[in-house]
């Protein structure tokens, strides 16, 4: 897989990008993550890549011209095209599995918003889709690209070392909500006993427990994961 990333600030992705399950999984060539400074783009000696909007209001807004030059440049760097994603506070709230989604890809690009936003022509003749992070705003995009490719990479064939805990962790395809409280050793601290349940050795048992326990904890925690008739 082959991933893209427009943004003024590369250096925020570049290091974690070189750490952990992310660095293996570039090393190994499981994924190639390219990082792409958005000012190379612009025409002017300056650089500039932000302009007032027009109609007044406060802060900046990224201009039309850099972005499309970049995207138009990086989709040519590659065979296969890349689905173009903006990631902004007005997109779809991104999910597990919006995460399964783009890890079937071959590629994506991502443009990193910044201050106020981009000329809303990016969004309308360019961005395929548009993924938030939730109902709050950050500083810049590059932030939310890091998060969606951590989400995204590990789901890959391989990059995670046992991948039946995937499916087991919570939102995975055999957990649908969250997981269930999880212990290890020792069996006893301050008083406090692992469950036991989970000392047992009855793999049914035990699974029916956590189960049971993921299901509880969803429902406290996160109703608005299960159906209504579930609660």
């Given at each position: ?72 440049d990086v989709q040519k ?155």
């Open positions: 897989m082959r991933i893209d990333v427009i943004t003024l600030f590369p250096e925020i992705v570049g290091g974690p990008l070189d750490a952990s399950i992310l660095g293996r999984a570039r090393r190994a060539g499981q994924v190639e993550v390219c990082l792409h400074q958005l000012r190379d783009y612009a025409t002017d000696k300056h650089h500039t890549v932000d302009e007032k909007p027009y109609g007044g209001g406060p802060g900046m807004l990224l201009k039309c011209e850099p972005i499309f030059a970049a995207v138009e760097q590659a065979p296969a095209p890349g689905r173009v994603i903006l990631l902004s506070p007005g997109g779809a709230r991104f999910d597990q599995a919006k995460a399964r989604e783009l890890a079937a890809l071959d590629r994506v690009i991502f443009i990193c918003g910044h201050y106020e936003g981009v000329d809303e022509r990016v969004r309308e003749h360019l961005v395929d889709d548009e993924i938030s992070l939730g109902d709050f705003v950050l500083t810049n995009g590059a932030l939310a690209a890091l998060v969606v490719i951590d989400a995204v990479v590990r789901l890959l064939p391989n990059v995670v070392g046992n991948e039946c805990s995937i499916e087991s962790e919570s939102f995975g395809e055999k957990q649908p909500g969250l997981e269930g409280p999880q212990y290890t050793r020792p069996e006893e601290y301050r008083g406090w006993r692992v469950p036991e349940i989970l000392l047992s050795g009855h793999h049914e048992k035990v699974e029916s427990w956590n189960r049971e326990q993921g299901f509880k904890r969803t429902a406290t925690a996160r109703p608005d994961l299960l159906p209504q008739e579930k609660l």
